[in-house]
């Protein structure tokens, strides 16, 4: 068997319905951070006090953070399932498959709910699994999403037990 044959013997990937990364105000702390850092370094350099170039280069530094954490996870949701995976090497960390599905709630400080993010917390039927999705915009509107994906499969997995009692 060639490769090119085995390739087309795999299932074809369902299609993404939604997917994500944490949002950019998910990471607000480190932009404060690094906004009190870069105006230390600039009144230090403005008053001729030295190692005010640190100060900058940890700014930079923790913007620099801000971006790599970001995409760290990345969120995917596709008719059969809701993924956490590693935005960088792309590799599973978590799922939950949607007829696993118990329950969803979606979770806000008043700091998130300023910005408009949230956490979407999906609960699994069988077990205590918890999949999170941290930092989420709009979370209110995934979670709709994944509760309709869930219903839809819900459905469809009652309707082929009853056709085939």
């Not at 009144?43 to 995409?71: D, P, Q, T």
């Not at 990345?74 to 995976?85: A, G, K, P, S």
Request: charge should be negative; aromatic fraction near 10%; proline fraction near 3%.
């Amino acid at each position: 068997m060639t490769i090119s044959q085995f390739i087309e013997q795999r299932e074809p990937e369902p299609p993404v319905i939604w997917e994500s990364f944490p949002s950019w105000a998910q990471f607000s702390w480190l932009y404060l951070l690094s906004a009190l850092s870069a105006i230390r370094g600039a009144l230090f350099h403005r008053f001729g006090v030295g190692g005010w170039e640190m100060w900058v280069i940890g700014a930079g530094i923790l913007l620099a953070c801000a971006a790599l954490l970001r995409h760290w996870g990345h969120y995917e949701l596709t008719r059969d399932q809701i993924t956490v995976r590693n935005g960088y090497t792309g590799r599973e960390i978590q799922f939950i498959l949607l007829n696993e599905v118990r329950n969803i709630e979606v979770r806000q400080g008043m700091v998130a709910d300023y910005f408009g993010i949230g956490m979407v917390l999906v609960h699994a039927r069988s077990s205590d699994r918890v999949l999170s999705l941290r930092g989420v915009s709009d979370p209110e509107e995934v979670k709709i999403r994944i509760e309709a994906l869930a219903w839809k499969h819900h459905r469809t997995a009652m309707d082929s037990e009853s056709v085939g009692a």
